[in-house]
């Protein structure tokens, strides 16, 4: 009954008073819908990189003679098919844990310099000198799951690198406002059109499904974002205009600021 929203009726009946438990069948059912989907896309986008992967065996065994260039290429495109399913089943078991933790996060203090100095290294290595990448910080350290704020901040900032070409710009900022701290991402990428921001963080939701495929997304990370903001009473918003560039601003809630050790 986990998933299910019980409704509980007490009913006066003679002297005594009964209880009726019901639970909400629409909910239940919404639910159930959604772990459908799930795993229809879940196996939908596995069967893609499987079968091509199945392709190059059946062909390595039919043709057993063949060039050792080719050999390596087919090779090389089996081995991005696996990394691919990898991050898939990774993205969709953190995904799952996140989503079935009914347990609250057990706050530390998260050392925000230190973890944002680590993304930004991180960031650098993915963009590969492909672009202009920059940390402004001045905001607190925070309560929360240093691991979770992780995943949800490294997947904000891969996503402005995938979808800004070469040459770009991308802004992380970490400051302190009347609100709360924020996490500002702004990129002056490719940029998305209003009527698909507010699906971003459907699972599997993509704009462009090829360009995500071609820049190794998974179409599971805004919806990891979106788990570990709930999680921390954190809010995503996301400003964008195609052919300019995105802005995704994470808001900590006030309570969230860690306090300063004497
Ligand atoms: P993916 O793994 O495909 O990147 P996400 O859930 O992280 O999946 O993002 C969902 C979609 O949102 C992406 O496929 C992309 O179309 C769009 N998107 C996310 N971040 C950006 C960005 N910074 N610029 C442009 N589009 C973005």
New binding site residues.
Partial sequence: FRDRKLIVHIIPFENRRQILVTHDITESERIDMMRRDFIANASHELRTPLTVINGFLEIASMEPNLDAQTRLSHLKLMTEQGERMQRLVE?MLTLTRLESMDHPIRPEAVNMRVLLDKILQEAHALSAGRHEITLEFDGPDILGSTDEIRSALI??V???I???PEKGTIKLIWKNYATGPKFI?Q?N????SAE?ISR??ERF?????S??RE???????????KHVLLRHKANLAVE?TPEV??K?CVQFPITAIAPVEA
């Fill in positions: 993205d997947n904000l891969t996503n402005a995938r979808y800004t991402v990129d990428g490719i940029g998305i698909h971003l963080t939701y993509r704009v462009d499904k360009r995500s820049t190794q997304g998974t179409g599971l990370g805004l919806a990891i974002v964008s560039g995105s995704f």
